[in-house]
């Protein structure tokens, strides 16, 4: 069973002919599903012209929003594009909306995930802003602050977040029919999926917007989960969480960036 799993495509930036040669060299591998991680085009126009170009593919494809994806433009509003608009294109092109429900594979394999909002748990943590801080200066790291208009909290709507995919990864777990759980995320949920630069201040303290450890955390204990795939941060980096008792969960960052898109795969 070979997963490939790609985020981060920027449609607005990247363009159409990199990601046609992204979607051909995927079709070439022969992948038995694909999941697109969010960042994939904004405005939803450009969304939807991005999704378009994997409707070639011969594989079920699942989609999650990414925080670019859920920048307002007129007429629009986060909320709606979270809820009613991004999950409308995406089925209109035959693709599975996975925040609302994980998507099974023959074998066994299930592939559960969710934007996973950040919540602020990945910042500095040698030298721990508070809660507030993080919040107060967000605007300055992070143009999500002015370009998402939603009225939850940053933590609010990330416990949303963990709250619905973690009851989802609990129930798959207990399926007897699910051998496998593979988790694919826009923001980072491991430790192992976080760059900390030790003479980088800014950078450390900037992590509270790219990573979800609470999330994670509350997954870490799954016998099922064996991959955890991310985006969002565009860094490229793998790894592999150990646990006592269980196998390690293979831990990636997808290495898409603007212009530049890539995929991982994933083999079970
Ligand atoms: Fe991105
Ligand atoms: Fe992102």
Redesign the pocket.
Same mark, same amino acid.
Request: charged share 15%; net charge negative.
């Given at each position: 069973m070979r997963i490939l799993i790609t %985020? /981060?495509l !920027?449609y607005e930036v990247t363009g159409h002919e990199a990601i046609r040669r992204l979607v051909a060299g995927m079709e070439r591998e022969e992948p038995d599903a694909l999941v697109l991680a #969010? /960042?994939i085009g904004n405005p939803s126009r450009l969304f939807e012209h991005c999704l378009a170009l994997f409707v070639r593919m011969n594989c079920p494809v699942a989609v999650l929003p #990414?925080? !670019?994806d859920l920048w307002r433009s007129p007429g629009e509003t986060s909320a709606a594009l979270h809820e009613e608009l991004l999950p409308a294109i995406t089925r209109d092109c035959g693709f599975h909306w996975l925040p609302d429900e994980p998507m099974r594979l023959p074998g066994g394999t299930a592939i559960a995930g969710n934007i996973a909002w950040y919540d602020y748990s990945a910042r500095d943590m040698e030298a721990p802003a508070t809660e507030e801080q993080v919040e107060e200066e967000k605007r300055f790291f992070c143009n999500d602050a002015n370009n998402v208009d939603w009225e939850f909290t940053d933590r609010e709507f990330a416990a949303r977040c963990r709250k619905k995919l973690t009851a989802q990864c609990q129930a798959l777990e207990h399926d007897p029919g699910v051998r496998a759980i593979v988790v694919v995320t +826009?923001v980072p949920i491991m430790k192992g999926q976080m760059e900390w630069r030790p003479d980088d201040a800014r950078w450390n303290f900037r992590n509270a917007y790219f990573g979800h450890l609470t999330l994670g955390n509350e997954l870490k204990s799954l016998g099922k989960l064996h991959w955890v795939v991310s #985006? +969002?941060? !565009?860094l490229g980096l793998s790894g592999a969480a150990e646990r006592e008792g269980l196998p390690p969960i293979a831990t990636s960052v997808i290495p %898409?960036d603007?212009g530049k898109p890539r995929w991982v795969t994933v083999e079970v």
């Open positions: %985020s /981060d !920027h #969010g /960042d #990414g925080n !670019h +826009h #985006g +969002h941060t !565009h %898409s603007y």
